[in-house]
């Protein structure tokens, strides 16, 4: 069964410091997709940024980018230059296969809060 | 905007009741997904509807259901609530991968259960 860790209940950073939120997986699916969402306290859900299991590269979106180790299976976000906004909940989840007729469970690990410090 | 629509935001209902909460997903998303968020908790995965038809199945209660219509809009329905069914609930929508998008999730604004 597909599954995603998040050991990190919360993190404190300073401003404009770099932050890593770590995500493992475990999965027997040779494709998947892994993605990243932000919720601030408002409650809605934001889609950071993608990764697929056969890409070569690591996926990067402005500030965010995802630290893909696919032999350790951790797909870790990186987010520079840290700003007061970037304080919320953050969500590693994990979809399994890549083609267009996945069987879609769709699964959330339980979640970083990060709190960004003036 | 995420272009997924919820109703209602917010709904306080008493044990034992029946609510349905509804979901408009993007123009153009043929798949649409229900979860459920307690409390400080992840996102719990209950359904999948693609293009009408169920196409998986997370920890979904028997008292809770769901359905996706011709219009694509879906319902879930939860019934005989109970207290511990209080959540956010959230549906989401997708663009099918291949068809410009990595199969990533667009979430509507969730509707906020309270049971009493």
């Known amino acids: 069964a597909q599954k995603i860790t998040q050991t990190q209940p919360g993190m404190f950073v300073q401003e404009k410091e770099a932050v890593t939120l770590d995500c493992t997986y475990d999965?027997?699916?040779?494709?998947?997709?892994l993605f990243w969402y932000k919720q601030p306290s408002s409650g809605e859900m934001i889609f950071l940024i993608y990764?697929?299991?056969?890409?070569?590269q690591n996926a990067t979106e402005g500030r965010y980018s995802l630290n893909f180790q696919k032999a350790r299976k951790s797909a870790n976000l990186v987010i520079s230059a840290s700003q007061l906004g970037d304080s919320a909940m953050y969500f590693c989840a994990m979809s399994p296969g890549a083609s267009m007729n996945r069987d879609d469970k769709i699964i959330f690990g339980k979640g970083t809060r990060l709190h960004i410090l003036p | 905007d995420s272009g997924v629509t919820q109703t209602p935001k917010h709904l306080i209902t008493a044990t034992g009741q029946r609510v349905t909460l509804r979901c408009s997903p993007r123009s153009g998303d043929l798949s649409v997904y229900w979860y459920q968020q307690s409390l400080d908790q992840g996102l719990q995965f209950l359904i999948q509807y693609y293009n009408g038809e169920e196409r998986a199945k997370g920890n979904i209660l028997e008292r809770f259901s769901a359905q996706q219509f011709p219009d694509l809009h879906s319902e879930l329905n939860l019934s005989s609530l109970e207290l511990g069914d209080s959540a956010l609930y959230f549906c989401a929508s997708s663009v099918e991968i291949g068809q410009g998008g990595a199969g990533e999730l667009f979430f509507g604004e969730g509707s906020r259960l309270t049971v009493l």
């Open positions: 999965t027997s699916d040779p494709s998947y997709g």
């Open positions: 990764q697929g299991s056969y890409d070569q």
